[in-house]
C-alpha cells in the first residue's frame, strides 16, 4: 500500500485503539550526545522522529572526551534499534544532530523538512544523501493509518532570519515534538504549536551557552514570552525541554521557566528525567572531564543507555 508518490505507507499492524501514547527519548543533550532521537508510540502506530545523534566537535576550546564517544555509540546503537521497530521516520531538517540517511529505512514511511523549499545550500546538499522514497511534509497532514502526522509549516531553526534555516515541527497524537526552535524564539512556532494544543511538547530550549554574543537576551525574553503564552493558551501538562538549553551548566539561572511553569500547573523537565535516568550534562561537564574534575563511568553510561524506559 501506498499514501504519496511511492512513499510506503505504515497502516500494516494491527493498531490497538486502547493503547496510551508513549513517549521514549531515545538520546538527548541530557543524556550525552547532542539529540533529540524520540519515539512517539500511539495506537500502536511507531514514529521515530530525528534518529541521529552528534558529538560537539568543540566545546571550552577541546574535542569530545572518550566518556562522551561511548556515549555517541551507545546513543546510536539505541536508535537503530528503535528505527529498526519504528513503522515512520521523521527528519525535521538536515543537521547531523537529527538526520542520518544511512538508517536502514526501507518499507518504512519517511517525511522530511522539504529539501527544496526553505532550506539553505548545506542541508539542502545533504538532504540529497537520503536514497529511498520520501513525503516532503511542510505543512501536510499525513495520514498513517492509526494516527495522523500533523507537520508545521517551515519555521525558522532560532531567531527570524537566522541562516541556520528551517526545520518542521510535529504532532503525533497529543504529543508534539519540536526540535530547535529555540524555546521557541520565534512567534510564529508559537502560534502554531498553540493551535495545536498538545498535552506533551518535546522541545528544544534556547542555546543560554551563547548567551549575550550568539543568543541574544532580547531572544532569550521572547522565548521565556512564547514558553508562558503556550503554557497559558494550551492544556500541556508537561514539557520536556532540552537539547541546546542543556550545554549550559548554568541554564536553570539563565532560564528560569520551572517556576513560571508551576503557576500552569505544568512540569519542564529534561529528557533524562523524563525517563527517569541519571542526567548525563557530558557536553557541559567536558571541560571538567578533561581536567579530571568530574568522573563519570562508563557503566554510568550504559545504564543511560540500557536502563529500562517505559
Ligand atoms: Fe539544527
Ligand atoms: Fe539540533
Known sequence: MLCYEGVPCVYKRGSNPYFPVKLHIAAADSLGVRSMATLVEAKGLKV????????????????PHQIEELALALAKEKIRELVRGADAVVFTHYHWDHYDPELPLEGKTVVVKDPEKHINRSQRARAKLLRCPYIAGDGKSIDLGPEELVVSPPLPHGPEGTKLGYVIAVKVGEVLYSSDVQGPVSGAAAEWMIEQDPKTIVMDGPPTYFLGYRFSRENRDAALRNLERIMG????????????????????ERFP???????????????????????????AWRRMLWKGEKSIGAAQVRRAYHGGEG
Open 48 to 63: 521515530m522522529i530525528d534518529p541521529g545523534a552528534a558529538l560537539g566537535p568543540r566545546r571550552y576550546g577541546l574535542p
Open 233 to 252: 493558551s494550551t492544556g500541556v501538562k508537561e514539557i520536556v525541554l532540552d537539547h541546546h538549553l542543556l550545554r549550559d551548566l548554568d541554564c536553570e
Open 257 to 283: 521557566v520551572k517556576e513560571t511553569a508551576k503557576e500552569y500547573g505544568v512540569r519542564v523537565l529534561t529528557a533524562a528525567e523524563h525517563g527517569g535516568r541519571e542526567g548525563l550534562h557530558l557536553e
